[in-house]
């Protein structure tokens, strides 16, 4: 049977690394689910430029689809895939465009910047996609016999009304005002919380060589949805089928076939402490800060594992500049305290580098990010001491917050 797929067909563009699609979370749920074999119809807004692109997307991937039209279509633009987006072109709420109107046995819908759209299912799965004040599945008069919600640990809190509530009792919280059979809350490293039939369960994150971060939250709906709605899957066997086919998203950038999921072999990451917000992992974040480029990097790393509760220590930060005596003591008691180390080494620092010999001298994990030196004589001692070395950005910051959890 056919799943309906509701949800924004928007520009993308990221610098690091190149990226230049037209996608956008209904976009890419519905090329996901239907390279995975079912049949889609994608429900969407377009104006006359995005509607070119979508009818090649279309023919692409073997879509259907059914369109309204808008004046211009959404944008967003990353400096890197981890990065807050610019979005231009979202139009105020007085000028969205009229609410598209669902009625279909299976339909997966996301939340929209320029439009909305109200559902009536037999099974229904929504991601409310709004980082500023997520919305009620049925606050515009949607309804579902069989409802699936998937948001994010920031989106359950708000939903609940629970800013500090943990991901089970939000999730409860939540399945009962809203009478979902299923909530799941995505939690990164940590994988995802399942309610379902009264009870949480926990599904995995699987590690991989590659992260790409743009659309992978779109994917793991979009896969969710058609393992519970066409495979018939118990809620939680679709959560970890999702979760498998996210992480060969996030590792390839391509869509999940049957075939290419077989044969696609990711590990499970086994978190030691799920209270990780509670008892954070300590991270030092070893690097340069003597230009604004040094110390815009340093800012970016901090803020994207803090983001996940890790505690980071920056030399930076916590303990700045000044002499020798002052400072090294510092930094050499920083290290003992820690339990692991993020650094960035482009430039070899030897400072950086000093660190990074000191650390795996204590035998603590070290996770280098180096753009430029990846594959030169340069880290090949890093290399010999059991470092994980990234060329990529975001990949890094993954990996350190996977040997967090795991560690």
Not at 27 to 47: K, L, N
Not at 59 to 68: C, E, G, P, S, V
Not at 180 to 191: D, H, N, S, T, Y
């Amino acid at each position: 049977m056919a799943i309906h797929v509701v949800g924004g067909f928007y520009e993308e563009r990221c610098t690091r690394p190149a990226w230049s699609h037209t996608f956008g979370s209904g976009g890419r749920a519905a090329a996901a689910i239907a390279t995975y074999g079912t049949e889609v119809i994608f429900h969407t807004y377009t104006s006359p430029k995005s509607q070119r692109y979508l009818e090649m997307v279309a023919a692409a991937y073997k879509l259907d689809i059914q369109t309204n039209s808008i004046e211009r279509a959404v944008a967003f633009s990353y400096l890197h895939d981890l990065a807050n987006p610019h979005i231009a072109h979202v139009p105020p709420a007085p000028s969205r465009a009229a609410p598209l109107q669902i009625q279909q046995d299976n339909v997966v819908r996301f939340g929209m910047l320029e439009g909305n759209a109200i559902v009536q299912a037999q099974w229904a799965v929504y991601d409310p996609q709004n980082q500023e004040a997520p919305v009620a599945f049925g606050a515009n008069g949607s309804h579902a016999k069989h409802l699936a919600l998937v948001l994010n640990s920031w989106e359950a809190q708000q939903m609940a009304g629970l800013p500090e509530g943990d991901a089970q009792t939000c999730a409860c919280k939540i399945a009962q005002e809203q009478h979902a059979e299923v909530v799941i809350i995505k939690q990164g490293a940590q994988g995802a919380l399942v309610w379902a039939n009264q009870r949480a369960t926990q599904v995995p994150a699987y590690r991989t060589q590659n992260v790409w971060k743009i659309g992978s939250g779109d994917c793991f709906v979009a896969y969710f949805a058609q393992a519970w709605m066409e495979q018939k899957l118990a809620p939680t066997v679709a959560a970890d089928f999702a979760s498998r086919a996210t992480a060969y998203y996030v590792d390839t950038k391509g869509f999940a076939t049957p075939e290419t999921l077989e044969t696609a072999h990711y590990p499970p990451i086994s978190p030691k402490n799920r209270q990780l917000p509670v008892v954070p992992k300590k991270v030092y974040l070893a690097g340069p800060f003597f230009h604004l480029g040094q110390i815009w990097l340093i800012e970016q790393a901090r803020t994207l594992l803090q983001s996940t509760g890790l505690q980071v220590i920056s030399p930076f930060h916590d303990i700045g500049l000044g002499t020798a005596e002052d400072v090294v003591p510092l930094d050499i008691q920083a290290i003992k305290d820690c339990d692991l180390v993020f650094a960035a080494v482009d430039g070899l620092d030897p400072g950086t580098i000093f660190e990074l010999g000191y650390a795996r001298s204590l035998d603590k994990p070290v996770v280098i990010y180096s753009e430029v030196q990846v594959g030169t004589e340069s880290l090949k001692m890093m290399q010999g001491t059991g470092c994980e070395i990234y060329a990529n950005f975001t990949t890094a910051i993954y990996a350190t917050r996977w040997r967090a959890v795991e560690s």
